[in-house]
């Protein structure tokens, strides 16, 4: 026989009064950090997560390399990156160590993807949890020795990756300690701004470079960076490396070390400055910004915006790549919009933009700025373009006056960085990356085939045929050879500059032609007007500029026959003072095309080459960064030369001599056995004596020694733990309904979970429980993820236990569920899942009477079954601070077992919209509607808000009991809609509901 139960709280007077005491005790410590707003929740089966996700196509066979100070994990195809990478990372870890004088306790991990794709398939700091369940004080996290590395399109910048994720793991475990049971609380993180952590990061790593030169630039002369403060993004990181290298230069790179130190001890960047400086931050600041001002003071704000200017971009979007026609009617272009890739046509003679392609959503994650590329097919008539799509390349060709598009497959490569057409346009010359090498190649369009042209270290980057010339290719290289050695031996040296070089493929020798006129200088896309007339970018000034240049020959040396030596003669023809990020110049015509970057924003530039003119001498000017590298490389070539020499020498003497050399300075005395010197110090003695003031330069002429490759296996490490307070539950589910009954809300309970997962995060273990204040009920949880391979599953056991009053009688509730779901991410920020879930609930009537004792327990089973359509494109800011939009639109069916007319079904959509007004300040719109129907209904309860701290002080006044529940619909269970501020809980009720909800929301007042 089956009871109605009435649910309520217990009342026990001299238990409340205890109780009440220990609330208010407890208020004081955690009033200020643990109520945070959880995000409001109408359907409690399962919390209402969002979330991003990951797709993955491909499963990867992983092995490692296991060294003294860090391992180097790579898949089946990266083994050749993984021995570069450990190649490079055991000199700068010992570079970067010596600067910060600190060594590293913790193994570093390094885990090496090919390209972006495939690091974008991994599930590493994937949150798959409602990131908002936990208040800032009560989540706790492992100080994190693992990094992700992924090749993008040269060494360079890969070698960028691996220092700045040597010199971010040594700045965490200098600030937070390195040992694995030191717990890192939330509460005592320093907080410490983008522009100051990720700016010291990139500073100590590399330095300066072109591009932070350009960027650090436009922001101080725009006025963009005078208050560092307001800085987000790539600003941010800008700025704070211009400021510490500014406090290098002028303070010494020796404080920067006791900065990092200080600020440990006061976890304030204010007082880590002050006590090692002298100086308060905001003085910096200001020293800061006038050290910048006299740097540039030679800028004329010649930043090429003029008539010519086709479009400014909008805030936060990037302008990859231009291209114009041959014939220069049409220009392409690509856009970057926080991960939403357009190609755009723009046509000269109307002066109208349209969009051809798009690629990809808008989502907060690591964007591939190299997709999509393009080239023009030589009648003007095709736009050819090659994007990433599902890991894998495909090719386009645009028709634009069909305005028609034909896709194919791409095969063999990993990347495509750049290609263009042959003259006849049968075939496509590529800068492509296979293996972790970018090589040139050139590919046979009518039958997909492929000829490998160089394959080495260097990287061949901005390949073009030479008009009138089919058979010669221009491109640009770092390589120190102009001989093909065919090798991809990863521990060849790279130059440091990018040179032109010139490769005849008829003529099918090992030979390229560099066209070398100064050694010092990066040289970038060539575009060959003629054979004997060509255009590239470099950077001679410092500033990345437009140069026409002409071939010339002179003679090198005559054995039977005459050897010639080509080089160029370069005039500059543009004298901007921002770079030129990317240009394009038409084969037939003298049309160029042009992207820019000023006042923080990128331009789309036109223009004709017969219209410029020669930059006179008098009106160039080399920037002091330039001044500075020339010094560097000068210092380093004399360097080299003196190495080279020493190692000639050093191993003409070995060869020469009988004996070890040091034998030679023996003199004919007696042993001296209170000063022996023993064989090895000779050596090191003798060493000295031989190479006097060059003992600093390094000798070794050896590769470094590979360990022995090992297979990676499955293992787990602890991941994060959350303790805390709060008022909520730690598995939300809908309540059973029993007619009269309140909602029943947990009051102040604490929280324990912890979570461990393997070291590709693809397996993820949760374990938790909840007690509530007054010991009454309890809750537990386990969940078993599983995200490898297409579909992400999930099982979850869950168990809650309370205590209630039903008229006379006492009754122990405990439900039982287990849920078992599957997630099909269709694109990182959509995903479509299933779950099915069985329910256990169980009252039992405490004896405390004979009529209690006599009462049959109440056993209800049900089974269910949810779909959701997630989308969720959202960009986190600050806690409770987002940007984008957030969806869910969700179906359940309920069915109770061994019951007849008990189904019960539920719609809901729950749509979140932030728009951001200015920084931190936004306008949060939410639209919420739920309905159920069937034999079986669910009751929902409007008003109040989640999480909420009322509870604490007036349990029972939370719940309006004035508003009566309709007596004549079948409820099987209960829940909340909210938020409803203003109103407690029942202000409304009903088994259908909609709800909007518009605030403003601004952190004025940050701890």
Known sequence: MEQNLLIRYRHNPMKDNIMNYVRNLIIIVFACFAFADAGGQFYNGHQMTFGKNRVQYYDYYWMYYRFEDFDCYFNEYGRDLAEFTADYATKKLEEIEDFFDYTLEKRLIFIIYNKNAEYKQSNINLVTFDEESYNTGGYSRLITNKVSLYYENDHIEFQKQIASAIAEVIINEMLYNAEVKDRIPSSSLINMPDWY??????????????????????????????????????????????????????????????????????????????????KKLKELLVEWQAFYRKEYSDDKDLTGEDGNTIRRSKKDQIYQQVKISPDGAYISYVTNDLGRKKIWLYNQATGKHKVIFRAEPKYDYVSDKTYPVMAWHPSGRILTFINEEKAGLVIYFYRVAERSTEKRNLLYFDKVLDFSYSPEGSSLVMSAVKDGLTDLYIHTIASATNEQI???????LNPAFLNNSPNEIIFSSNRLSDTLTNTGDPFERLGLTFDLFTYDIAAGTKLLTRLTEGRYTDRFSPAGSIRNNITYIGNTDGVINRYMAKFDSTIAFIDTTTHYRYFLTSTPVTAYDRNILNQSVASTTDDYGEVLFNKGRFILRKGKMGSTKPVQPEDISISNFRKEKNIFFHKADSVEQIRQWLVAEDKRRRDTLTKPYYEYFIKEEPIDIRHYIFEKEKQNYYEQLWRKDYMNIDLDTGVLKMPQLKIYE????????????????????????????????????????????????????TGGFRFSGNFDSNEYLVSVENLKGKFDKQLIFYRQAYESVSGDSLVKSHTHNVYLTFSKPFTPVFALKGTLSYRYDSHVFVPIDMATLMSENLNRHWVSLKGEVIYDNTRKRLVNIYYGTRFKIFGEYYKRISSGKSDMIVLGIDFRKYTKIHRELIWANRFAASTSYGPTRLLYYLGGVDNWMGYLFNPSGMFDTTIPVNPDVNYGFQTTATNMRGFIQNARNGTSFALINSEIRWPFVRY
């Open 197 to 278: 952590l990720k700016g010291l990061i990139n500073y100590v790593a590399w330095g300066w470079d072109d591009e932070a030169e350009n960027r650090v630039k436009d922001g101080i002369m725009s006025g963009e960076y005078k208050n560092i403060n307001h800085l987000e993004y790539e600003n941010a990181i800008y700025a704070g490396q211009s400021f510490w290298r500014f406090l290098g230069r002028e303070y010494g790179d020796a404080l920067i070390p006791n900065i990092i130190y200080l600020t440990k001890v006061y976890k304030k960047i204010d007082d880590g400055i002050l006590y090692v400086v002298g």
């Open 454 to 460: 160089t394959r080495d270290i260097a990287d061949d």
């Open 714 to 765: 499955t293992s787990f490490y602890n991941n994060y733990i959350a303790n805390q307070v709060d008022f909520t539950f730690l598995n939300n589910s809908y309540q059973i309904y029993s007619e009269g009954s309140e909602y029943y809300n947990p009051g102040m309970n604490v929280l324990s979970r912890f979570g461990i997962i393997d070291l590709f995060e693809d397996y993820r273990i």
